[in-house]
């Protein structure tokens, strides 16, 4: 073996202001070669005879500025060219010293045999760090690659040589780094990861780090076992509010026990920037860099591991998309229909609804040979006779006619837009080949002209648009409500189901929209809800969906975001949630924050609503629409209920909302309605009020309006156990007297109050279908009512969540 000379090639000045000032130096065989593991350096192989190695950095944090993008690119075209996925340790870190990410100071060594004085001499401190380098091992610490030695020549050699004796032709060297001393409990160790969605693109994570992370994220509840930020939006209030939040950043940036913080917050922000410099990379030159751990130290925080995943390269863009056709989709002036049956059928169903909604026949063309007319529209053989080109067609054909049919319309320029009702367009024996002619002739119309029509579906039950007069869910209209309420809600789903399901529990509320999407073949959610974000007739968007199309999540959000800075409310519900997928990935950060926590946590900093059930959807939508109008001017609660379980349950349930005591003309108010009543005898006044079931409607209305008034209350529960007989609540029947409809029955006295005040509260009545008529006679006046307790608490904190400004306590 050849000897080396051992020659510094850069030296770094001390960084003023920096908590430790120091000088680096990289090492490589002989001048003037550059440093080994950056640009146009020599391979490993070509390093591995040597007796000892090359690269020495150190922990101290660089200086500001951003990362050098063309030397990380560089790094990561070398290691793809060698036909690797993954970064070796030693590149990995080399690639944390160009975005200015500290990391230990570090030798590299081919084996046991190269482990000398001089390896040793460079690294401080009487232990050291000792992991494999290996592109087939990336969890180093699962399998047995890293261990802990004295830093001495013998015991680091054997330590080295135990490990190769255990991981046999695994290993390609080592490194041996100085040990930085930290403490690895809780708040000690954290996890930094920049990766690629499909969803969102690009996104940073923040949680727990070190060989705990999983298990410390599953005991942790939603929100706070990671933080997601998104380098194409803003988190409000900044990243560090996003950080603060979580429990791991919270135990390293805050007081514990009288001790001081151990890091300031804003060194952990500045690695999440740092990483956040690195997103122009992803997808096409890196899919992830994760830090597990960074150790939390008194000179900040330092990459003790680092794993990199390499990118395949420039991915396919989407060709624009002519999405200004939306606005012909929802409302059209021309409709063409195909798959129209003289007897019932989905296309009849939906002729009759469209005429049902007062769209003109004379508008309207029913593709369909062998008559004239149906039902009073014109009928054409084929679609070389249609008269024109119409702003919508709605396809209801069989799934195995419907591609050569939607190739057609689009090689003809015939619509402006189309609805696809069947599913199974590729599945279907044959369908392929058609399918292929459809995508096709869709990507050739987007290449020239007006771009060609826009798609919705396949597989939906299409849109219904009161603006637009038309409506293509296939349900007679005797199985859905009237709704005789107009209602500022959009509802945009992925499943037809779905959204036939909310129509019928949304009651009277008739939506402006209903969008089904289906397979978003070509029209996303997103693209719907940055359209619909312009109408501002609509305040609550409420959104159902089991996955999105490549990048929409991203496009959804930056929409969402919109809304929510105008005070108005996104709902969304997202199925599907499994980590089963997740836990199967090769990195921590994907098992712990897969596609939908990271979703969940984008669209919390964007101010949407997450519901966790259908029911909870139903709830936060029909709430949100009812309460428009009237602003929150801050959290403080007043309730009261007949029933004393309610009282209870309302304040163990109120979460963000403030249950306030009452001031003192509100508790004289209140004593002087209960003294009379014998009530004041058996209970005391407070917040919320037990009206026990002693109280008649006179007495509910006046305690209601009482607390409703108070300047210290800004929203308020009204819980209504219905089965006592002090209360009317049913409508007249047979076997009692009972007249709910009276005006001195509590749903009237309810209704006066609600058309009396400002103030937004809601009712509770916790009761079976006997007392369905009084819940409905309490909504049809557009009184929110909610079926338990902890319902109401957790709706109304969650709309007070999207309107009341959390800083200030005032309205958003």
Request: with cysteine; net charge negative; glycine share 10%.
């Amino acid at each position: 073996m050849g000897t080396s000379t051992l020659v510094p090639v850069d030296q770094r000045t001390p960084v003023p202001g920096s908590p430790v000032h120091y000088k680096d130096s990289c090492w490589c065989r002989s001048a003037p070669s550059p440093n080994p593991w950056s640009p146009g350096a020599c391979t490993l192989q070509d390093r591995a005879h040597e007796a000892h190695a090359v690269a020495v950095t150190n922990t101290a944090v660089p200086a500001a500025g951003s990362p050098s993008l063309a030397a990380i690119r560089a790094i990561l075209d070398r290691a793809r060219a060698a036909g690797r996925t993954t970064l070796l340790e030693p590149e990995g870190l080399a690639v944390l010293a160009e975005a200015g990410i500290a990391v230990p100071r570090w030798r590299f060594v081919a084996g046991a045999g190269a482990v000398d004085d001089r390896v040793l001499a460079e690294l401080p401190g009487d232990r050291v760090v000792l992991k494999v380098v290996s592109r087939r091992i990336l969890h180093k610490t699962e399998a047995g690659g890293v261990a802990v030695a004295r830093n001495e020549v013998e015991a680091v050699a054997a330590a080295i040589g135990a490990m190769e004796t255990r991981l046999g032709d695994a290993v390609e060297g080592f490194t041996v780094a100085e040990f930085v001393g930290h403490d690895a409990g809780p708040g000690g160790e954290l996890l930094f990861s920049l990766r690629w969605t499909d969803d969102f693109g690009a996104v940073v994570s923040v949680g727990a780090g070190g060989i705990a992370t999983e298990a410390l994220s599953a005991d942790l509840r939603p929100g706070r076992e990671i933080a997601i930020v998104s380098p194409a939006l803003a988190p409000r209030g900044g990243i560090g509010a996003a950080l603060s939040g979580t429990t791991a950043v919270r135990l390293a940036t805050t007081s514990q026990r009288g001790q001081p913080p151990r890091i300031a917050l804003d060194r952990v922000v500045e690695t999440v920037e740092r990483l956040l410099g690195l997103a122009a990379l992803v997808p096409d030159d890196l899919l992830e860099l994760e830090i597990n751990p960074a150790a939390v130290t008194a000179d900040g925080l330092v990459a003790l591991d680092v794993l990199v995943s390499l990118g395949e390269g420039p991915r396919p863009a989407r060709s624009p998309r002519p999405l200004h056709k939306v606005a012909r989709l929802l409302a059209p002036r021309s409709i063409g229909i195909v798959g129209v049956s003289a007897g019932a059928n989905a296309g009849r169903v939906i002729l009759g609804n469209i005429l049902r909604e007062g769209f003109e026949p004379e508008r309207i063309t029913v593709v369909k040979p062998g008559t004239d007319r149906i039902d009073g529209v014109r009928c054409v053989p084929d679609l070389a006779s249609l008269p024109g080109k119409v702003d919508l067609f709605v396809i209801v054909l069989p799934a195995a006619g419907t591609p050569a049919f939607v190739a057609e319309v689009i090689e003809r320029d015939l619509a402006e837009s189309m609805i696809v009702i069947p599913g199974g367009l590729e599945e279907k024996s044959g369908g392929d080949a058609l399918a292929t002619r459809m995508r096709e002739a869709l990507a050739a119309a987007r290449m020239h002209g007006d771009g060609g029509p826009v798609i919705n579906g396949g597989n939906c039950l299409g849109i219904r648009s009161r603006p637009g007069r038309y409506d293509t869910l296939f349900i007679p209209r005797w199985k859905l409500p009237p709704g005789t309420r107009p209602a500022p809600i959009a509802l945009i789903t992925g499943s037809g189901a779905f959204a036939i399901t909310r129509l019928s529990r949304l009651g009277a509320l008739d939506p402006r929209y209903v969008v089904t999407v289906g397979n978003q073949m070509d029209l996303t959610v997103g693209d719907f809800l940055e359209h619909l974000a312009g109408d501002p007739s609509l305040s609550v968007f409420g959104v159902y969906l089991e996955g999105f199309a490549r990048l929409d999540g991203l496009r959804f959000l930056q929409a969402a975001a919109r809304i929510t800075a105008d005070g108005r409310q996104v709902v969304l519900y997202r199925a599907g949630r499994t980590t089963a997928g997740a836990s199967a990935s090769a990195s921590h950060t994907a098992a712990i924050a897969g596609e939908v926590t990271v979703g969940r946590e984008l669209a919390r900093a964007a101010g949407v609503t997450i519901a966790d059930t259908p029911g909870d959807f139903d709830d936060l939508v029909r709430t949100f629409a009812l309460l428009d109008g009237r602003p929150a001017g801050g959290r403080r609660l007043g309730a009261t209920s007949n029933a004393g379980s309610e009282c209870v349950t309302i304040a163990d349930h109120a979460g963000t909302l403030d249950l306030i005591p009452f001031a003192g003309l509100t508790d004289e108010r209140l004593a002087a309605i209960l003294g009379p009543t014998g009530i004041a005898s058996v209970v005391d006044v407070h917040n919320p009020l037990d009206l026990t079931p002693i109280a008649n409607a006179t007495t509910t209305e006046a305690v209601a309006r009482a607390i409703l008034d108070a300047d210290e209350v800004d929203v308020g529960i009204v819980g209504i156990v219905p089965m006592t007989d002090t209360l009317e609540t049913l409508p007249p029947g047979p076997g009692h007297a009972e007249d709910m409809t009276h005006p001195d029955a509590v749903a009237a006295g309810l209704i006066r109050l609600w058309h009396e005040t400002a103030k937004p509260w809601v009712v509770v009545v916790d009761a079976g279908p006997l007392y369905a008529p009084f819940v409905a006679r309490l909504e049809a006046e557009g009184i929110p009512v909610l079926a338990t307790a902890d319902a109401a608490a957790r709706t109304l904190g969650a709309w007070c969540d999207a309107t009341v400004d959390r800083s200030t306590g005032r309205s958003s």
